[in-house]
């Protein structure tokens, strides 16, 4: 097809729908037609309540604000998810948005911890975390970067439905047509196979020139009307299942995600303003869904205020998330489990790149190209960031924790990992989400330590040493003082 792109039409009105909608709407508003298609009656998968930190970068270009944000989706704010037992059972660490300390001119921050700890002082690379300082004492308060402190930053916890619903609005005035009905069939050009219009079930037709597939895991366009594979790697993800319930507001809303480790995978807890968001993400070679459901239920604090939600998922992604003139969004575009909370980080990713590659004057087959080049790319650092939880795992209590500390890894993580264990250097890809604190802090929290101090932290007089480590403290220690308690902060914003 070659003819310009003159209608957008979204189908899906879950998290990826309405921010596809908003983000294309603010830009492209005046240029092109918006129509997104969503049927109430299917709704929404109804889960996804916790951000990183990108969420405020997509905030501001939508040009929404923060307090009334946090007001309208019943947010708190998020330092870091606190993994419990993912190293050996009774571990325990942040994964922190921050960073650590101050990198020096030619050396990261955490290799001068190693020194000091390969020389016997008794050092943790949180000691110079401000984000896990503030996290362990329930505080929080937004801090502008100084140059003697560690850099501060937070996502959010909030309401999937409410952000929806949020964005639903600013797109909507923005000039976004939005219909309620059923997508019961896809019209294909016989030439081209582009889609040229979907069939509701009201009995109307809406043609269009580009069609944004966020239709969920149903994934109607890419791979029911054009077939597109998809590629599974849960050969190195084994769970497959979740089941979502909330329950009453915790005592202590603390500032950052709970992921706790069982033999069958993993329980999150989030803290929202006014209700809790619980979740069990399991193997079903390991635990039945009966018995699932009542290990949640058994480790939730306070009573539960909805019914067990369900879930099915196969963690992987789409061979061509943009295929002729269709880009999936979300997870019709593929699912990574939400140990880090990234799915709504890769829906902003996606659009951000579509707007970037935005067929105005046809669609071009070397960007499609590119924009499913840079799609694989971005998925496949975070999936080894998760998979390396997993597999650095030194529990015993079942086969899901035996197979992945034994399983074979991708390549880029394999290098990763032996390239941290023989010298402590941690890698970012140029347009990875997770930097290198990231990586630190979780092979650092699951157990991994390098062999060798980097020669330019070796190089370092003892006593300048010293005397850097206990400046970091004291200039964080100033600021944490000053900080109030979380759930104070979110008092004030009213
Ligand atoms: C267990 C679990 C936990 C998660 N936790 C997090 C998290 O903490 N953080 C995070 O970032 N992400 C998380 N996610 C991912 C997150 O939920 C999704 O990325 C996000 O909600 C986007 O979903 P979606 O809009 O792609 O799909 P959905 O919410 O499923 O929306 C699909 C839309 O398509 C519409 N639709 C489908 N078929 C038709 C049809 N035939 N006609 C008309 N309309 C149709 C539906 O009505 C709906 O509006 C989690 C996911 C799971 C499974």
Same mark, same amino acid.
């Given at each position: 097809m070659n003819r310009p792109v003159e209608k957008v039409v979204i189908l899906g009105g879950g998290t990826a729908g309405w921010i596809a909608a908003a983000m294309i709407a603010r830009e492209l508003g005046r240029g092109v037609d918006i129509t997104l298609i969503?049927?109430?009656?299917?709704?929404?998968?109804?889960?996804? &309540? @916790?951000?990183?930190?990108?969420?405020? *970068?997509?905030?501001?270009?939508?040009?929404?604000?923060? $307090?009334? %944000?946090? $007001?309208?989706? +019943?947010?708190?704010? $998020?330092?870091?998810?606190?993994?419990?037992?993912?190293? /050996?059972?009774?571990?325990?660490?942040?994964? *922190? %948005?921050?960073?650590?300390?101050?990198?020096?001119? %030619?050396?990261?921050?955490?290799?001068? !911890?190693? =020194?000091?700890? @390969?020389?016997?002082?008794? !050092?943790?690379?949180?000691?110079?975390?401000? +984000?896990?300082?503030? @996290?362990? =004492? +329930?505080?929080? /308060?937004?801090? $502008?970067?100084?140059?003697?402190?560690? =850099? %501060?930053?937070? /996502?959010?916890?909030?309401?999937?439905?409410?952000?929806?619903?949020?964005? &639903?609005?600013? /797109?909507?005035?923005?000039? !976004?047509?939005?219909?309620?009905?059923?997508? &019961?069939?896809? *019209?294909? +050009?016989?030439?081209?196979?582009?889609?040229? &219009?979907? !069939?509701?079930?009201?009995?109307?037709?809406?043609p269009g020139d580009l069609f944004v597939d966020c239709s969920g895991f149903r994934a109607l366009l890419i791979e029911k009307a054009l077939d597109v594979g998809y590629v599974d790697w849960d050969h190195w993800l084994p769970c497959d299942r979740a089941i979502a319930v909330q329950s009453e507001k915790l005592r202590t809303l603390h500032p950052y995600t709970r992921s706790i480790a069982r033999p069958c995978g993993w329980q999150w807890r989030i803290p929202l303003q006014t209700r809790t968001g619980n979740g069990l993400v399991y193997s079903s070679r390991e635990i039945d869904d009966d018995d699932a459901e009542r290990l949640l239920l058994e480790n939730i604090e306070g009573a539960p205020t909805t019914e067990p939600n369900r879930l099915r998922f196969r963690v992987g992604v789409r061979e061509r998330p943009w295929c002729r003139n269709v880009v999936a969004i979300g997870l019709a575009g593929g699912f990574l489990e939400p140990l880090e909370s990234t799915s709504i980080h890769l829906i902003h990713t996606g659009v951000m790149r579509l707007l970037w590659c935005f067929p105005h004057q046809g669609v071009s087959p070397h960007e499609i190209d590119e924009y499913n080049r840079q799609v694989r790319d971005e998925w496949a650092w975070v999936r080894d960031f998760i998979i390396a939880h997993y597999h650095l795992n030194r529990r015993d209590d079942s086969e899901l924790w035996r197979h992945c500390a034994a399983m074979d890894l991708p390549d880029s993580l394999r290098h990763r990992i032996a390239l941290y264990r023989d010298t402590g250097k941690a890698l970012k890809a140029c347009e990875e989400l997770f930097g290198i604190p990231s990586w630190v802090q979780m092979f650092e929290g699951q157990g991994l330590s390098p062999r060798q101090v980097h020669p330019v932290a070796a190089a370092l007089p003892a006593e300048e040493l010293d005397a850097m480590l206990a400046r970091i403290r004291h200039h964080i220690a100033g600021p944490l003082a000053a900080m109030p308690e979380h759930e104070a902060f979110l008092g004030m914003l009213g």
């Open positions: 969503e049927s109430k009656r299917l709704g929404t998968i109804g889960v996804g &309540e @916790a951000t990183v930190p990108t969420i405020k *970068t997509l905030n501001a270009g939508l040009g929404l604000d923060e $307090k009334a %944000f946090i $007001k309208a989706v +019943n947010a708190t704010f $998020k330092l870091g998810i606190r993994f419990e037992g993912w190293g /050996a059972p009774d571990s325990d660490y942040i994964h *922190t %948005f921050g960073t650590l300390g101050q990198d020096q001119p %030619f050396c990261p921050f955490h290799h001068y !911890v190693f =020194r000091a700890r @390969a020389e016997g002082r008794d !050092v943790s690379l949180w000691d110079y975390s401000l +984000n896990f300082q503030a @996290a362990t =004492r +329930n505080r929080f /308060a937004p801090m $502008k970067p100084h140059p003697d402190l560690p =850099r %501060f930053d937070y /996502a959010y916890h909030f309401d999937a439905g409410a952000y929806a619903a949020h964005l &639903e609005k600013d /797109a909507v005035r923005r000039g !976004v047509r939005h219909i309620d009905a059923l997508v &019961e069939d896809v *019209t294909l +050009n016989p030439e081209s196979g582009f889609v040229e &219009e979907l !069939v509701l079930d009201n009995g109307t037709t809406v």
